[in-house]
């Protein structure tokens, strides 16, 4: 059973920078794509981002490529998201997920581990 716990969300200004971090424990985290997905009020989860486990390939939702990057660090259990540029529609509650496969999709449901979230606000 694998755990993920998020931190770093919070509040800031149009423009301004993040970096969110998900620690795993619980499994051998170089066996498992990491993802991050974000869900704003009243919309469907979406794709943000997924690394495969070797951190080799990298994937990103149209709406952040340029601006976010996603990396991970198999030694300490951890990816990260650098989200730059924050625009108000990035505002969003923020989650990692993990599957114990290669490489795999941006289709949330093919996650099987998730963490509790951390919630990020843009202001205008």
């Known amino acids: 059973q ?14 301004a920078s993040l970096r969110l971090s998900c620690a ?6 170089s066996n498992y794509v990491a993802g991050w997905f974000r869900q704003a ?13 070797g951190g080799g390939r990298t994937a ?4 952040v490529k340029g601006r976010f990057t996603i990396s991970r660090d198999n030694a300490k259990n951890t990816v990260y ?23 795999g999709s941006p289709n949330s449901n093919e996650y ?3 963490g509790q979230g951390t919630q ?5």
């Not at 795993?24 to 985290?29: D, E, P, V, Y």
């Not at 919309?43 to 981002?49: G, H, Q």
């Not at 990103?60 to 709406?63: E, R, V």
């Not at 998201?81 to 490489?103: F, G, H, I, R």
């Open 41 to 53: 009020p009243g919309k469907e989860r979406e794709f943000v981002a997924r690394i495969s486990w």
């Open 60 to 63: 990103y939702a149209d709406s």
């Open 112 to 114: 099987n581990y998730w």
């Open 24 to 29: 795993a424990s619980g499994g051998t985290f």
């Open 81 to 103: 998201l650098q989200m730059n540029s924050l625009k108000p529609e990035d505002t969003a509650v923020y989650y990692c997920a993990v599957d114990q496969t290669p490489w």
């Open 2 to 15: 694998v755990q993920l716990v998020e931190s770093g969300g919070g509040l800031v200004q149009a423009g």
């Open 120 to 124: 990020v606000t843009v202001s205008s």
